[in-house]
């Protein structure tokens, strides 16, 4: 089994379901953890990267995304996204979506700028503890958001499971080996790693330390699959695919997605 653990839909036909479904079909891919997309345009990342073009933080869509693994919940997960920025009790709406199916947060401070030390972000962070469900965020070159406040933010809620993303910042970010060395209740996801801090996060850590993500649309599953089958094979290989996310996520969503055991 392969289980993408980052994938992006869209309501524009760039990042839509239907492109996503195919493509997985096409290459093999069994599940994939969906995050409502959208809120910025990947195709023009760099414009967001350098303040050219603003994000639209109206609405996340949610929505689309529940839609989704409410209608196939034999392929798809979901996780939800937050503001920490809009006071409208986030915890609460957070454990309800919990409650309807969803399987983790994400966090996402290129499109929400906000700090990992918030009092939101530490309500949230609880909450995922107490739910048992892992938190997602990816890091940025920011005061608030780096790679250190990021493991800070894990270090202060111990119980609660933590999935950096893109191997940290940029393509290869020791610093996000060095945190998840730290750090038993981070792990780090691949999509966007460069193959080189792939392999040495497989060196250093182990593979028990990894997960397997694509960053659809801006990046193609099969493409970022074999930097993983490249660098682990056999039992490695199943782990970072597939094992060590199932793992992760919300037994009550593992029974109802699970085909086999593991």
Same mark, same amino acid.
């Given at each position: *089994?392969?289980?993408?653990a980052?994938?992006?839909?869209?309501?524009? &036909?760039?990042?839509?379901?239907?492109?996503?479904?195919?493509?997985?079909?096409?290459?093999?891919?069994?599940?994939?953890?969906?995050?409502?997309?959208?809120?910025? &345009?990947?195709?023009?990342m760099?414009?967001?990267?350098?303040?050219?073009?603003?994000?639209?933080?109206?609405?996340?869509p949610?929505?689309?995304?529940?839609?989704?693994?409410?209608?196939?919940?034999?392929?798809?997960?979901?996780?939800?996204?937050?503001?920490p920025?809009? *006071?409208?009790?986030?915890?609460?709406?957070?454990?309800a979506?919990?409650?309807?199916?969803?399987?983790?947060? =994400?966090l996402a401070?290129?499109?929400?700028?906000?700090?990992?030390?918030?009092?939101a972000?530490f309500e949230?962070?609880?909450?995922?503890g107490?739910l048992?469900?892992?938190?997602?965020?990816?890091v940025?070159?920011?005061?608030?958001?780096?790679?250190?406040?990021?493991?800070?933010?894990?270090?202060?809620?111990?119980?609660t499971?933590?999935?950096?993303?893109?191997m940290?910042?940029?393509?290869?970010?020791?610093?996000a080996?060095?945190?998840?060395?730290?750090c038993?209740?981070?792990?780090?996801?691949?999509?966007?790693?460069?193959f080189?801090?792939? =392999?040495?996060a497989?060196?250093?850590?182990g593979?028990?330390?990894?997960?397997?993500g694509?960053?659809?649309p *801006?990046?193609?599953?099969?493409?970022e699959?074999?930097?993983?089958?490249?660098?682990?094979g056999?039992? &490695?290989?199943? =782990?970072i695919?597939?094992?060590?996310?199932?793992?992760?996520?919300d037994?009550?969503?593992?029974?109802?997605?699970a085909?086999?055991?593991?």
């Amino acid at each position: *089994m392969i289980v993408d653990a980052h994938a992006h839909v869209t309501r524009a &036909d760039y990042g839509c379901i239907e492109r996503l479904s195919a493509t997985m079909d096409r290459h093999g891919i069994d599940k994939a953890v969906l995050f409502p997309g959208g809120m910025i &345009d990947v195709r023009q990342m760099s414009q967001y990267m350098r303040g050219a073009a603003a994000a639209d933080t109206d609405q996340i869509p949610n929505d689309l995304v529940e839609s989704i693994f409410m209608r196939d919940p034999e392929r798809y997960f979901g996780f939800y996204c937050v503001n920490p920025h809009v *006071m409208n009790d986030n915890a609460a709406a957070f454990r309800a979506a919990i409650g309807r199916g969803f399987s983790g947060l =994400k966090l996402a401070p290129i499109v929400h700028k906000f700090a990992l030390s918030s009092p939101a972000v530490f309500e949230l962070a609880e909450a995922c503890g107490e739910l048992g469900v892992p938190l997602y965020s990816h890091v940025v070159f920011s005061p608030g958001a780096t790679t250190e406040k990021f493991g800070e933010l894990a270090r202060e809620f111990p119980q609660t499971q933590f999935i950096l993303g893109h191997m940290g910042f940029g393509p290869a970010d020791v610093q996000a080996i060095e945190v998840a060395a730290a750090c038993d209740n981070v792990m780090l996801e691949s999509s966007g790693g460069s193959f080189m801090i792939i =392999k040495m996060a497989l060196e250093r850590l182990g593979a028990g330390k990894l997960i397997y993500g694509s960053e659809f649309p *801006m990046q193609h599953p099969q493409v970022e699959l074999e930097k993983i089958r490249m660098a682990a094979g056999g039992d &490695d290989f199943e =782990k970072i695919t597939a094992r060590n996310l199932l793992s992760l996520l919300d037994r009550r969503a593992i029974s109802v997605h699970a085909e086999k055991p593991l």
